[in-house]
């Protein structure tokens, strides 16, 4: 079994910057191929924000935060992290860290589906 717990949310103005972790624990963490982080705003649906492959370290980013987010991972640690900058308002959203066993077409997904195990979120409010 895996559980992830997220951390690091909070309320910043628009350019600010935050640094979002998410700590894995339990022995089926060494199984889990792709992390990912999600968010969700109001009456949106979940969308992905960046994966990363804990084999290799290859990454994906949605085209909305490329070259202001960054995902990153510490193996020894079990900890995702997501550093967040130039911040916009539609930013805004629960922040979920999620993991999936397997890759999917060689690739980590960016489907909110294939990934079965999910933190509790935390909440990312930017200000205009």
């Known amino acids: 079994q895996v559980q992830l717990v997220e951390s690091g949310g909070g309320s910043v103005q628009a350019g600010g910057s935050l640094r979002l972790s998410c700590a894995a624990s339990?022995?089926?963490?060494?199984?889990?191929?792709?992390m990912g982080w999600f968010r969700q705003a109001p009456g949106k649906e979940r969308e992905v924000v960046a994966s990363?492959?804990?084999?290799?370290?290859?990454?994906h980013y949605a085209d909305s935060v490329e070259d202001r987010f960054t995902i990153s991972q510490d193996k020894a640690e079990k900890m995702v992290y997501l550093e967040m900058n130039s911040l916009k308002p539609d930013d805004s959203a629960m922040y979920y860290c999620a993991a999936d066993r397997w890759r999917r077409r060689g690739r980590c997904s960016t489907e909110a589906t294939t990934y079965n195990t999910w933190g509790p979120g935390t909440q990312v409010t930017v200000s205009s």
């Open positions: 339990g022995d089926g963490y060494k199984l889990m191929t792709c």
């Open positions: 990363i492959a804990t084999d290799d370290g290859s990454t």
